[in-house]
């Protein structure tokens, strides 16, 4: 353990990341523990802030937090040591926690944690947790060029190539975000494999490139509806089920339930596009 500490992340200045990471997990699990005793009414703990009456969300505390131990990260970037670096990290990460955990409040401008919108706060904190794992661990996003390399070379010819080779990667990503997988370019961006499978694919039915590409094509987008609802259902069932040991009582009923409530809901056929002779049909077609 320690020779990898030292090898994969003190040697390649990754020290302040994996302390941000720690900070991050800290600072989430943490925050969500408070609001699930404080929603017991656990008599020991403290409650939620209200000077004046007014409530106080911890998105505000998390930005806070950001501000100044970001600020110092940037004061102490050439002569702070490696200690108060990792420190501050730490710092930031738990700011972008106590944040990230209320992005649903932020997203709907409302006060949705305990609702099923609330879950996007979650979504959120996992998306944050895998990419910057995934940092971590040495891989970095368009993988097809070695940072170091690029910033090394002076060859013109072996930075066209290079960046060309950037330009391809974001462009089959786009292809797959089209396709509606956006955990799959997410982690496609770090290992390219990934995005071509994710691109090569079928499309999710209520996608763009299915409504673009599908709509005229009734097999092939009732494939795509059967294969959906087949992979998805293990997927959503256990996605649903651990966001409920996060944000409230498990219950494997509920997560049944909300399972088939939810490929109901996203598992659809997307419309065909509208044409510009008739910019509305399908909805001239619904009034009569």
């Known amino acids: ?29 943490f925050i969500r523990l408070s609001v699930r005793m404080i929603r017991a009414q656990v008599k020991w703990w403290p409650g939620n802030v209200t000077p004046g009456g007014q409530h106080i969300h911890h998105v505000v505390f998390g930005v806070v937090t950001m501000l100044l131990s970001g600020g110092a990260l940037i004061a102490v970037y050439e002569d702070g040591t490696r200690t108060t670096g990792a420190i501050l990290a730490a710092c930031f990460g738990v700011g972008a926690a106590l944040v990230l955990d209320e992005f649903a409040l932020i997203f ?37 060029i070695d940072v170091a390399s ?13 960046g060309l080779f950037a330009l391809m990667n974001l462009a089959v990503a786009a292809v797959v975000i089209l396709k509606g997988k956006i955990w799959t370019a997410l982690v496609g961006l770090f290992v390219f494999p990934v995005l071509l499978v994710g691109a090569i694919r079928l499309s999710r039915p209520g996608a763009p490139w299915s ?6 094509r009734p097999k092939r987008m009732e494939r795509a509806i059967r294969r959906e609802k087949r992979l998805r259902r293990p997927l959503i069932r ?38 510009a002779a008739d910019p509305q049909p399908r909805a001239a077609a619904g009034r009569q």
């Open 211 to 216: 409504r673009w590409r599908y709509t005229a």
């Open 150 to 162: 690029f910033r090394e070379t002076n060859s013109v010819p072996v930075r066209v190539v290079l």
């Open 108 to 144: 709907y401008l409302r006060d949705v944690y305990w609702a099923e919108q609330g879950r996007a706060s979650v979504d959120a904190v996992f998306a944050a947790i895998a990419v910057t794992g995934l940092v971590l661990l040495g891989l970095h996003p368009v993988e097809f």
């Open 1 to 29: 353990m320690h020779n990898w500490l030292h090898d994969e992340v003190i040697a390649h200045g990754r020290l302040p990341l994996l302390f941000f990471l720690l900070g991050f997990i800290g600072g989430f699990v």
């Open 238 to 275: 256990a996605k649903i089920y651990v966001q409920d040991v996060i944000a409230g009582q498990p219950s494997v009923a509920h997560a049944k339930s909300a399972t088939e409530a939810e490929l109901d809901r996203i598992v659809r056929p997307a419309p065909a596009p509208h044409s």
